[in-house]
């Protein structure tokens, strides 16, 4: 079946590391989309990319990196910086189609002691 | 991008229809009202969208207003399994993406 697959669920790390998440799709998607939710929040956006070798900063993007070298894959960075990194983190993708409906991944719960 | 107006919580009886309505008064003509559902610990999973007309597919209908300043989601026969949060969202999308904007929804619950 076609989808997102994002790993691992869940991930802990200590506070100081660099951690970066993996998202894989085989939906030929060309855009992806990295998200953020916290606790009883709605999403936010961290970065997305509309074709390989190109992204572009969301709303939210200090402190993450992502990089797109393949069509299929887009990995997120959470780095040092990111002062508060504990949250759920979700991977999307869609057609290039700016009126395309985004198809998620279930996430992976990220949390830094 | 317009915001969009929604209830904290709903209840709904199981077999019944569950009517979720969203208010996006300033809504421009060219965005789009998306409808999205998140079950704990899971992403969020795509129902419907429409600009202007009514939508009906297998999971749901949309009903936009004529002036398009509010729309209601119906799932026609709620089941548990439709316990989750709904997201209405607008959005015109732009060049080859579409920048989703999500809120804090309405938390559904389907009961016995």
């Known amino acids: 079946d076609g989808g997102i697959t994002q790993s691992p669920k869940y991930l802990f790390r200590k506070e100081g590391q660099n951690v970066t998440l993996s998202c894989e799709q085989n939906?030929?998607?060309?855009?992806m989309y990295w998200y953020r939710q916290d606790p009883g929040q709605g999403l936010r956006l961290i970065y997305y990319?509309?074709?390989?070798?190109?992204?572009q900063k969301g709303d939210i993007a200090e402190g993450y990196s992502v990089s797109r070298e393949k069509k299929e894959s887009f990995p997120l960075t959470v780095t040092s910086a990111q002062k508060n990194p504990t949250a759920f983190y979700l991977c999307?993708?869609?057609?290039?189609?700016?009126?395309?409906?985004?198809?998620f991944g279930n996430g992976t719960r990220l949390t830094v002691t | 991008d317009a915001k969009t107006t929604q209830p904290t919580s709903m209840d709904c009886a199981e077999g019944r229809a569950a009517n979720l309505p969203c208010n996006h008064s300033?809504?421009?003509?060219?965005?789009?009202v998306y409808w999205y559902r998140q079950i704990h610990s899971q992403g969020p999973q795509y129902i419907i969208h429409?600009?202007?007309n009514n939508e009906t597919n297998e999971m749901a209908s949309l009903i936009i207003t004529e002036d398009r300043k509010s729309s209601t989601l119906i799932l026609p026969h709620a089941t548990l399994r439709d316990t989750a949060v709904y997201y209405c969202?607008?959005?015109?999308?732009?060049?080859?993406?579409?920048?989703?904007?999500f809120g804090a929804g309405t938390r559904l619950a389907v009961h016995p």
């Open positions: 999307a993708s869609s057609i290039k189609d700016p009126n395309s409906p985004l198809h």
């Open positions: 939906l030929n998607h060309d855009a």
């Open positions: 990319s509309q074709i390989v070798n190109d992204f």
């Open positions: 300033t809504i421009s003509g060219n965005e789009y």
């Open positions: 429409g600009l202007k």
């Open positions: 969202i607008v959005s015109p999308g732009s060049g080859g993406y579409n920048k989703l904007i």
